[in-house]
């Protein structure tokens, strides 16, 4: 794979930075602060997109910021992996700013200013996790996500939003200390540098490496990323729904989580590599952890009548996808999970931009109040609907394509437990997903007071709540039919 050393990169990942502070500057303009929200995730997308031409001919840019020690750099790098997160998490940022205008001044809520520029932030720290190029500048980016993200899961200022976001916070800030600290001095120790590979598929260890250092290190660094939200490292992602919807999209789909699947999958192939996982059996392992999570998380989603524990839980499972596809170490597998990374994505969005237009517009949270809702707000049902497919895996919405893969995977394996867990996790899906859609179309009708209908019919605010996950939607469906864009990118990957 060429290499090309650009300082270009460093701009891509300033764009989200510079927002916030555009966003800050404008506190007293709420249109230009929306303005600037919208304007940077554009451009931010754009510059993500100029690169996507030379990572299809098999290219990575790449451009070191500094050298903290001799192996231990300050370093950015793009590849087909980071491109696919940071494309997906641009793209999604423009829908989440416009999104966001109705959410935020529907409800009339406080602190807007603090609010867009803590989203900005998030991003920018997601940007830089996506074109990270070593575990330590990864590491830092990852650090960041969690700081900023903070005042959103606690924007509510009460005590539930205290609680939850000081959950949130110890939660993931221990799970990196005590664990990716450890996790990268043992690594060093062995390989003697924390770059990244040039190639996803042979790693940094040598040879000869120390099986107990290399298991020890691994299980440190797949629980130490506690945002993948792997079981037991998965508390703080329900505590976090305290937050408001759009905060939620951001945990769930844009940044956040993504963050900690994305940083599990760069460390399994550009650190230990395919080779050694499977050498030491620690693949096989990995695919058995998480297919428990997505079993036991689907299985407690069942339980939830709050729309977004259900999303959340939903969440936990969906992210297991991911990790068990490249956990399985064949090729098909390893494209299973990784276009989940994108797949998931726009449909998650989806699912928690309906839930917070939902409650916008009638103040419901509880699946067994939203009887008729259906009728009142039938754009929004559909998409929510065509979003649970998706995750159901139903053809020919994108999920479909994503478990595909995993399921070719746990043949190419020819294990049957994982196929198993791969087809009962779909029934479980279904069982905690289609009871919402029919609910909203076939229960009896919800019942509306006179503030609640005001909002309803408040026709430019819901617009902009619905436009955008209906986009979201209908992207997923695309991808559903047409998934070469990310099947290229994945080969590319893959081979080099």
């Not at 130490?224 to 951001?250: C, D, E, N, R, Y």
């Not at 460390?267 to 998480?290: D, M, N, P, Q, W």
């Amino acid at each position: 794979m060429e290499t090309i050393i650009t300082s270009k990169v460093i701009i891509t990942t300033a764009i989200p930075m510079l927002t916030a502070v555009l966003i800050m500057l404008s506190k007293n303009k709420p249109n230009l602060r929306e303005f600037w929200s919208i304007f940077g995730a554009t451009l931010t997308f754009f510059s993500v997109c100029t690169y996507l031409p030379q990572i299809l001919a098999g290219k990575s840019f790449e451009y070191t910021y500094f050298i903290l020690y001799p192996g231990v750099n300050i370093k950015l790098h793009l590849d087909g992996l980071g491109i696919m997160f940071a494309g997906t998490a641009s793209f999604l940022w423009i829908l989440a700013g416009f999104y966001c205008i109705g959410y935020m001044r529907g409800l009339n809520e406080h602190a807007q200013t603090r609010f867009y520029a803590s989203y900005a932030l998030a991003v920018g720290g997601g940007m830089g996790v996506a074109f990270s190029g070593s575990l330590v500048t990864l590491y830092l980016f990852y650090e960041i996500v969690s700081i900023v993200t903070y005042p959103l899961v606690a924007h509510h200022q009460d005590e539930e939003g205290y609680d939850g976001a000081r959950k949130y916070i110890v939660y993931l800030m221990f799970a990196s200390k005590a664990f990716l600290l450890p996790a990268m001095i043992l690594i060093y120790v062995q390989c003697g540098n924390l770059d990244f590979a040039a190639g996803v598929m042979k790693g940094i260890f040598p040879a000869n490496a120390s099986k107990t250092i290399v298991s020890i290190a691994y299980m440190l660094c797949l629980f130490g990323f506690a945002k993948g939200a792997i079981m037991p490292m998965h508390g703080w992602l329900p505590a976090a729904m305290v937050a408001p919807t759009p905060v939620s999209a951001l945990l769930h789909a844009v940044v956040v989580v993504k963050v900690g699947v994305f940083s599990i999958c760069r460390t399994f192939l550009s650190v230990f590599g395919v080779e050694i996982l499977s050498k030491f059996g620690l693949g096989i392992i990995t695919a058995y952890l998480a297919s428990f999570t997505i079993i036991v998380a689907s299985i407690i989603a069942l339980t939830k009548s709050n729309l977004k524990a259900r999303l959340a839980y939903s969440t936990i499972s969906q992210l297991s996808y991911i990790i068990l596809g490249v956990a399985m170490l064949t090729p098909n597998s390893i494209t299973g999970g990784l276009i989940h990374i994108a797949n998931h994505a726009f449909s998650k969005i989806t699912l928690f931009f309906a839930a917070g237009a939902i409650y916008v517009a009638t103040r419901k949270k509880d699946i067994c109040e939203l009887g008729g809702i259906g009728f009142r707000m039938p754009f929004t049902m559909i998409a929510f609907g065509l979003a649970a497919l998706s995750m159901i895996g139903v053809p020919p919405v994108s999920g479909f394509v994503s478990k595909w893969y995993l399921a070719l995977g746990a043949m190419d394996l020819k294990n049957n437990i994982l196929l198993i867990v791969l087809l009962v996790s779909s029934l479980l899906n279904a069982g905690y997903f289609v009871p919402i859609f029919l609910t909203s179309f076939f229960n009896s009708e919800v019942n509306l007071n006179n503030e609640d209908t005001g909002i309803l019919e408040n026709r430019p605010l819901i617009a902009f709540m619905v436009v955008p996950l209906f986009i979201s939607a209908v992207i997923s469906v695309y991808f559903g039919f047409y998934p070469e864009l990310f099947l290229k990118i994945i080969k590319v990957l893959v081979g080099s």
